[in-house]
Structures are given as C-alpha cells and as structure tokens.
C-alpha cells in the first residue's frame, strides 16, 4: 500500500513539468494551428542555459527560469517574424508548418549537438537530490518543487487569459479566428504574442527540467512523443485539458513503470497516444472533429 | 434622401477566383431594414463580405456616409459604424456569454463604459442576462444568434450587416429574430440582410434587392417586390410558395 502510494505521489510530482510543456505547446496550437514539433527542442535550449548558468556561475535554475523564459520568447518573435508570419498566407500551411517546425527541431537539436557535446547533463542544485518524508513516502525535493513552479506559472497563464482583454482575445481567436478579427482583434498580433508565451513556456519549462532529467541534445524526440500524447488526450488546445493529461498519464507511466519496468513507463504515452485517438479523437476538452 | 451606404457598380470574388459579383449596386438609406434576395449563387453573401472588407473590391465603389471605404480592413469598417454578422454566427463557443459581449466591444477604450453597455445590452435581452455566464455553445440556435445580434449592439453601430440570420431556425424563433431587428431599428440602426428564405425577408423588409448573376436586377419596396411579377418567374419558380 505504502508503494502505491509512494508512486502516485512520483507521477504526480513529474506530472507539473509536462504539463508546463504542454501548455505552451497546447497554446500555440490552439492559436495558430502550428504542431509546433520543435517546442521540446525549445525547452533543451532553456535547460542548456540553466545548466550552462548553474555550472559556470552556480545560479540556481530557478533564478535562471525567468531568463530562460524571456530569452525563449524573444526567440519565438523572431521565429514569428522571420519564418511563421510569412507562411500564415500560405495555402499549405499545415503541411509547411509540420515541416518547418521538424526542420527547426533537427537545426536546434544540431547546435546544441556541436556546441555542447551530446554528453548528458544535470544540473544538481541541492534540491535535486534531497527528499522530504511523510511516513515511509519520500517526495523528492527537485520534482516538487518544478511542479508547484509549473502549476504557479500555469495558473499565471490563465489568469490572463482568462480576465485580461488581450487574454480574452487570445481565447477568442482560438475559437473562431474569422470572428475575432471582424470584432477588431488584431489576430497576427495575438498570434506573435501566443507563439512568445508559447515558447516562452518552453523555456521556463527547459530550466526546471534542467534539474529533473538528465538531458542531451537528441533527447527532445522521445519528449515530443509525450508531448503529443498530452496534447492530443487534452483535447488540442485546450490547456486545460494539457495539464489534466499531463498528471493522468505521468501517473499511469509511474505504476506501468512499477509493475512492469521502466523501459516500458514511457511507452504509456504512446499507447495513450493510440487509444485516445481511436476511442475520443477529441480528447478530454478539444472539440468533435467535423466530418464535413 | 442620401443613402447612408451606398454599393456601385461592384465586382469581387475570392481569392484570384472568377468575379462573384459583377456590378452589383445596393443603396442603403437610414433607420430601414433592407433584404437582399436571390437564388443561391447570386452573390448575396460576398457582396456583404465585400462591404465589410474581407473580399477585396476589384472594380466599382462602395461608400458610407460619402465617404469611400473601399479597401479597408474588417476592424477600420468596424471603427466606422458597420457590424456584421456572418452566417455562422460567429460567437466564441467556449467563451461564456457575458465575454462575448464583451469581445463584442473589444475595440472600445472605455471599459467602465463596455461594462455600462453589456448591462444595457442584458435588460434588454433578459435571456442573455439569465444565461451570462453558461458557454455560448451550449444555447439554443435562436439564443445564440439573438447573442450575435445584441453583441452588435454593444458598438452602438449605424449599420448592422446579418447573413442569413434565419438559416436553421424554427419559424417562431424566426419571427423572434426579426423582432429584435425591429429593436434595433428603433435605436436607429440600420439594418441590411441577406435572406435565403425571400418571402420571409421581404415581409419584414422595408426596401427588398434582388440580385442575380452578381448584378441588382431591380429593387423597391418590400412589399411591392413580394408581389413583382418578375420575382414569381426568377426566383419563387412562378408561384408564390413558402
């Protein structure tokens, strides 16, 4: 009884960092329909800059965090800019933009390659390593605490979209693009900032997960397969239901890890992955897909 | 009298498409409901999406107020007094019903003053006051385009433009849609739409358009038009049915 609850407490622990993951994935998606397949590439440029300011000055990540995050978005701007904002016109948009986006991920996955090596880094602040017990169940430190930072920056997130104007405007857009914009919503401008809080996110994200796993540069395809599967069970674009899937499955992946190995906890994900889209295409909040 | 907006002459279609309209002229005069009938493919929708600037108007001129407005975008067409409803009603279906009134007043500066306007908008539309804060995807059709057309409301606009705001609902909602019309009439909106159903529109219609082929054939008072030889032989088959 004590592992089962030992493991739950795992899987929920892990469960706030894919979701902060997700939810920058989720709302680019929903705002600009871009399967962004470059988003975890992202978060190992932020968890690079964490680990690179935790080894040479001994800054901790989560001092980091919010640079990561303002580095990241300004990188999504130029990325808007330079290459997204073009393809908006585009009659093949979808397909350009998978395609883009992959190209994206193979140049980042290939700088970081040759900057830094492919040897696996960690940051370890303290906290990394140390665990609090309650009982017998120990929740380790690091992955509290990037959980409750993810949570914290999640609910940051929407709150504003929620009750600000430009939040609102971002939903809309999400919802019925056509509208938005016959009601005065500048919507190239919601969509540049969305795809900056989007990898933004991806930075924040990249420093906690700096300290949570142990990462190198190709890492980020096994990510964007977990990714996916949160997306797509939350429904697309609903954050919302990102960050629910996010907690469900890394808690499935926790006990399939348990009873079975843990070569096989991630393929959680992937099978996850399968059944939602066989079973509710939608996922838990996204819409019914129209057949028309 | 002068028309308040007056469409001449104007040719447009979609994209680098063949021209939809091929000089179709349309004169919207104060405080009227005008309707705009046709058979399907006359243009009726992409002349109202042309006006509105999301088509492009290739040739002719369309002008408010005297003032030509041809080439503007959506929003500069909205800062000068013309709203338009297309005919998927366009609300925010996952946004509750208070927020899309209030995205209806998006381009207003003044938030105390959209605040004032969604409550005036609500005691004049009780439903929307009971259902301010259910998600608009989950009212009725006929709740959720009198949501369309109070959130117009919120701008205080000269000209509300609707698209078919008939289309999918039972004839007594009908009638109520046409009800709210008058409401708006009475604030001194003017009112231009495009009706499927001809018989319905031109009823209710004060100046009745008919277009075909993208060009006006003719026009004149609804009333008048309902009885117009002319509209028996192209557009009701030769007898007058519902």
């Known amino acids: 009884m004590a592992d089962m609850v030992q493991i739950l407490v795992l899987g929920l622990a892990l469960g706030g960092v894919y979701a902060l ?40 990540p ?55 090596t492919n040897t696996q880094r960690v940051t370890s602040p303290d906290y990394a390593t140390d665990a609090f017990f309650i009982g017998s169940v120990f929740i380790p430190k690091g992955q509290l605490y990037s959980g409750i930072v993810s949570l914290t920056i999640i609910s940051a997130l929407a709150l504003f979209l929620k009750y600000s104007a430009f939040g609102n405007a971002i939903r809309a857009t999400t919802q019925n693009r056509d509208a938005a914009e016959l009601l005065g919503v500048n919507v190239n401008l919601v969509g540049l900032v969305s795809f900056a809080i989007g990898i933004g996110l991806a930075g924040a994200a990249g420093a906690l997960v700096s300290f949570v796993f142990s990462f190198f540069p190709a890492k980020h395809w096994e990510w964007i397969a977990i990714l996916m599967s949160l997306v797509v069970l939350g429904g697309m674009g609903s954050i919302l239901g990102t960050v629910l899937a996010a907690f469900i499955l890394s808690v499935i992946a926790a006990y399939v890890g348990f009873f079975f190995g843990a070569t096989w906890s991630t393929l959680t994900f992937f099978v996850a992955l399968f059944v939602v889209l066989l079973v509710r295409p939608q996922g838990l909040f996204g819409e019914k897909p129209e057949l028309a | 009298m002068s028309a308040l907006l007056q469409v001449s002459n104007v040719v447009a279609g979609y994209g680098d498409g063949p021209a939809i309209l091929n000089g179709a002229s349309v004169k919207v005069e104060p405080g009227k409901v005008h309707c705009i009938i046709g058979p399907n493919g006359a243009g009726k929708s992409t002349l109202l999406k042309a006006i509105v600037g999301m088509l492009r108007v290739r040739e002719g ?42 995205m209806g007043g998006y381009s207003m500066r003044d938030k105390a003053e959209l605040e004032r306007r969604i409550d005036e908008i609500e005691e004049r539309f009780p439903i929307l006051k009971e259902r301010r804060d259910q998600h608009a995807g989950t009212l009725s059709g006929g709740q959720q385009q009198t949501l369309s057309m109070a959130r117009t409301m919120i701008l205080k606009p000269e000209i509300v433009m609707l698209d078919e705001p008939s289309l999918g609902l039972a004839p007594k909602i009908v009638a109520e849609i046409f009800d709210i019309m008058r409401v708006m009439t009475d604030e001194g909106i003017t009112i231009l739409l495009v009706e499927q159903n001809a018989l319905m529109g031109l009823k209710h219609a ?9 060009r006006t054939l003719f026009e004149g008072p609804g009333k008048e038009i309902l009885n117009d030889p002319r509209i028996q032989e192209l557009y009701l088959g030769g007898k007058k049915a519902a």
């Open chain 2, 61 to 102: 001129d369309v002008t408010f107020k005297g003032e030509s407005v041809k080439g503007l975008r959506p929003d500069q067409i909205l800062r000068k007094g013309i709203s338009f409803v297309p005919q998927e009603r366009a609300l925010f279906p996952k946004m509750t019903v208070r927020e899309n009134l209030r």
């Open chain 1, 62 to 116: 989560m001092i980091t965090l919010p640079v990561a995050l303002v580095i990241l978005a300004a990188t999504g701007v130029l990325l808007y800019k330079l290459v997204f904002e073009r393809e908006a016109r585009s009659a093949k948009y979808s397909e350009m933009t998978v395609l883009l986006t992959f190209a994206l991920a193979m140049v980042v996955e290939g700088a970081l390659g040759a900057a830094f």
């Open chain 2, 206 to 214: 004060d100046w009745g358009v008919v277009l075909d082929l993208g």
């Open chain 1, 21 to 60: 993951m997700g939810s920058g994935l989720s709302l680019v998606f929903g705002v600009m329909r871009i399967v962004n397949l470059a988003h975890p590439s992202l978060v190992m440029v932020g968890a690079y800059i964490a680990y690179w300011a935790f080894r040479l000055g001994g800054v901790d």
